[in-house]
Each structure stands twice: as C-alpha cells, then as structure tokens.
C-alpha cells in the first residue's frame, strides 16, 4: 500500500506532515542527515501551497504520497484549484534574503538543493507537485 | 510545539528553544528576538540544545535580524544545536553567515 495523508490548509498541519514522513520513512534505511532533509524540503512545499497557494484555508486539502522506487523514493504532493508551481518563482539568492529582511524564499532555495528532481503539471484543476530523491547504492 | 524562555546572564540575555520551529510557530521566535533588541540588548544568545527542527521559516527568522543587528551592533550567536539542526542550516550555508557555536562558553568567549 502506498503511504498517503491528506492534511488541510492550515500550518500546524505541517507538524503532522512531519510526523507521517518520519513514520513512514523509518522502513527506509535512510541516513539521519537524509531523513531531515527530505522532511525539510516535503514541508517546505506544503508549507508553500498551504500559505500562498490557499492563504491558510482550512477547507482545503492537501495530499502527499510516497512512492518508492528503485533506489529512489517520489513524493507526491497534490492540491486543488489555483496552482501555484514553485519553479515559477526565481529562488533569491542569500543576499537578497540579507538585505530586503524578507523572510521568505528560503525554502525554495532548500527544496532545489535538497531534491534530484522537481515537477509540477497542473490539469483540470488537479495540480501534482513531484519530489524525488536519488539514492546511490 | 515551540517554547521559548529568555534569561539575563550578566549582560547576555539567553534565549533557550525547545521544540520544534516551522511556518506555525516562528513568528513566536520572531517576537522574542525582537522584544530583547527594543529592550537594548546588546548580546542575545540563542541556546539551541533543545531545539529539535528547524524549516526554512525559522531560519529566515535569524537571517533577517543579520543586517540589522551589525548596524545596531547587536551580537545574536546561537549555540548548542544538535549535529542534525546544524545540518539544515549548512545546507543554506547559512553557518558562514550566522555566528553558530557549538557551546555557552564559547558563543560567550568569542
């Protein structure tokens, strides 16, 4: 069975996003320093569709399902209406971040460093965010 | 959850985290930082030994008082965090920028 939660628009949800990427992710043989930051980026996402996308609206949901492949491990995360593709946005750079005291914009920097690959498609009002993670053996 | 507690240690005002940091709960964070600074510290250290994560909100918490901080000569170091806190904050680099110190006695030396 596929690992899958469905959290609603709001940002304590993101504490049980946590939870569940940690549940789930012990089956793994991940390393520690693999673990955090794969929970980093998979919240960095929600965190932006919950607070940009759905302007914190608990009405509306958000799925995240983790697939595993080989050697690899894919997060879907989907959500409803509006999309909001991140890889739009141009990451600021850390001086920027410095000087405008805008505390934002992190978190897409942390997402492009942290995961292999990152896709977005937007179809008939369902829009699908994929993050996916590498592991060499 | 996050909980926050400030003390006065000689002219160094200690701010102890415990919990876990993330879009929810950093502008509590925010708001501590910012009362010690209106307040007049001049030395605020952030202990991080029970800190137990940190998301790109809470950082952006600390990257934005760097500027701000050097002109008003406000000395924010954070100490104590655990090696996998630390790891999210060298992914950003951000320990070249902000004064990270493994302990008390050693933010407090420097």
């Known amino acids: 069975m596929t690992p899958q939660i469905r959290i609603y628009c709001r940002t304590t949800a993101l504490a049980d996003v946590r939870a569940f990427l940690q549940q789930t992710l012990s089956g793994f043989d991940l390393s520690d320093k693999d673990m955090i930051q794969i929970t980093l980026a998979v919240e960095e996402v929600c965190a932006n569709l919950i607070i940009h996308s759905h302007h914190c609206n608990a009405k509306e949901s958000i799925d995240l399902k983790i697939i595993a492949g080989d050697n690899k491990l894919i997060f879907e995360i989907k959500d409803y209406g509006k999309a909001f593709n991140m890889l739009d946005y141009e990451a600021p750079n850390l001086e920027e971040v410095k000087g405008n005291k805008r505390k934002g914009g992190l978190g897409i920097i942390l997402v492009r460093k942290i995961m292999d690959e990152i896709e977005f498609e937007s179809s008939q009002g369902v829009n699908t965010c994929r993050l996916v993670k590498w592991f060499r053996s | ?110």
């Open chain 2, 1 to 110: 959850m996050l909980t926050i507690t400030s003390e006065k240690e000689n002219k160094h005002d200690i701010l102890k985290l415990n919990g876990e940091i993330d879009a929810s709960n950093s502008v509590i964070l925010d708001e501590a930082i910012q009362k010690l600074a209106a307040n007049g510290s001049k030395s605020i250290l952030v202990d991080g030994e029970h800190l137990q994560y940190i998301s790109s909100a809470g950082l952006g918490v600390f990257m934005s008082y760097l500027e701000d901080f050097q002109e008003k000569e406000i000395q924010l170091k954070i100490f104590g965090l655990s090696a996998r806190v630390y790891e999210v904050f060298k992914i950003l680099g951000l320990d070249q920028l902000i004064s990270i110190y493994p302990t008390k006695v050693e933010a407090i030396l420097d």
